[in-house]
């Protein structure tokens, strides 16, 4: 069996990382929404329930961008690191 080797944790870019991937389910949603014209019935309902689930991922990432930002002004200081 091989060794497990723990990554440490980097959030140096996690701010970056979670814009990006907003600015990606945005560009998801638009892109879907110009598929709905040429969809049945049934798809559209299907792209507008995916397209609430990718809005409802949208805003917890908006706060997770929130979080990090303040953790960034923080300097990224846990319970579990020595100063």
Do not use: C, W
């Not at 723990?6 to 598929?35: F, G, S």
């Not at 949208?58 to 706060?63: D, L, N, P, Y």
């Amino acid at each position: 069996m091989g060794s497990f080797k723990h990554n440490p944790d980097n959030r140096l870019d996690n701010v970056e990382k979670l814009q990006d991937a907003i600015q990606n389910t945005e560009e998801n949603i638009k892109a879907a929404n110009e598929t709905l014209s040429f969809s049945s019935s049934g798809d559209k309902e299907a792209i507008r329930a995916k397209n609430d689930r990718r809005k409802e991922s949208i805003a917890g990432m908006m706060s997770e961008v929130e979080d990090e930002q303040q953790a960034r002004e923080r300097g990224y200081k846990t319970d579990n690191q020595l100063e």
